[in-house]
T-cell receptor, first 114, second 117 residues
Framework: DTAVSQTPKYLVTQMGNDKSIKCEQN?????MYWYKQDSKKFLKIMFSYNNKELIINETVPNRFSPKSPDKAHLNLHINSLELGDSAVYFCASSQGHQTNSPLHFGNGTRLTVT | AQSVTQLGSHVSVSEGALVLLRCNYSSSVPPYLFWYVQYPNQGLQLLLK??????LVKGINGFEAEFKKSETSFHLTKPSAHMSDAAEYFC???????????????FGKGTHLIIQP
């Protein structure tokens, strides 16, 4: 009965490949997010999405694209992977936008690009 | 725009000692403040939050934090550290004007708490 689940937990791939990370939440939340955590543990938001709008952090390369088949799912697709994409990617959800609504995080996907 | 500064990337305390993790924020409007904890190989979990009202906020696992507007601080404390408290702790800030998404919630760089036996 995991609230926010991500798959896979680990992903090892070569440069230039295309990969996807899946995320599902069963909390009934209307907003989902993708965060990137680098090797120094710094968290950076990549996207936030609800059924009305997608907000993209302008620093995120357009090789990254979120795809939401329904409001319980927000998958992350990455094209032409680069070494610098290696990080831990976290999916999160909340009820409403990130104002006073706490985030519920998945356990992360550790992506290693070789 | 808002920002968060966590003083000390690593804090080490003895088991049973007081835990104090420092967080200062910058915001031109009243902030919403959060502390999250990250255990190894896990996602972040909310410890506590301040939105409005009482400035001393109690959270899970015996942690509490006090919002001090005059000092722009939201330090996290626990009277007696336990070995299970060893983790990464993140302070975060948003405001009612943050809007959705990309700039809505700003995280500090985290403090790694080490508990010495």
């Amino acid at each position: 009965d995991t609230a926010v689940s991500q798959t896979p937990k680990y992903l090892v791939t070569q440069m230039g490949n295309d990969k996807s990370i899946k995320c599902e939440q069963n909390l009934g939340h209307d907003t989902m997010y993708w965060y990137k955590q680098d090797s120094k543990k710094f968290l950076k938001i990549m996207f936030s999405y609800n059924n009305k709008e997608l907000i993209i952090n302008e620093t995120v390369p357009n090789r990254f694209s979120p795809k939401s088949p329904d409001k319980a799912h927000l998958n992350l697709h990455i094209n032409s992977l680069e070494l610098g994409d290696s990080a831990v990617y976290f999916c999160a959800s909340s009820q409403g936008h990130q104002t006073n609504s706490p985030l519920h995080f998945g356990n992360g996907t550790r992506l290693t690009v070789t | 725009a808002q920002s968060v500064t966590q003083l000390g990337s690593h804090v080490s305390v003895s088991e049973g000692a007081l835990v104090l993790l420092r967080c200062n924020y910058s915001s031109s409007v009243p902030p919403y403040l959060f502390w999250y904890v990250q255990y190894p190989n896990q996602g972040l979990q909310l410890l506590l939050k301040y939105t409005t009202g009482a400035t001393l906020v109690k959270g899970i696992n015996g942690f509490e934090a006090e919002f001090k507007k005059s000092e722009t601080s939201f330090h996290l404390t626990k009277p007696s550290a336990h070995m299970s408290d060893a983790a990464e702790y993140f302070c975060a800030v948003s405001t009612m004007y943050s809007g959705g998404g990309a700039d809505g919630l700003t995280f500090g760089k985290g403090t790694h708490l080490i508990i010495q036996p």
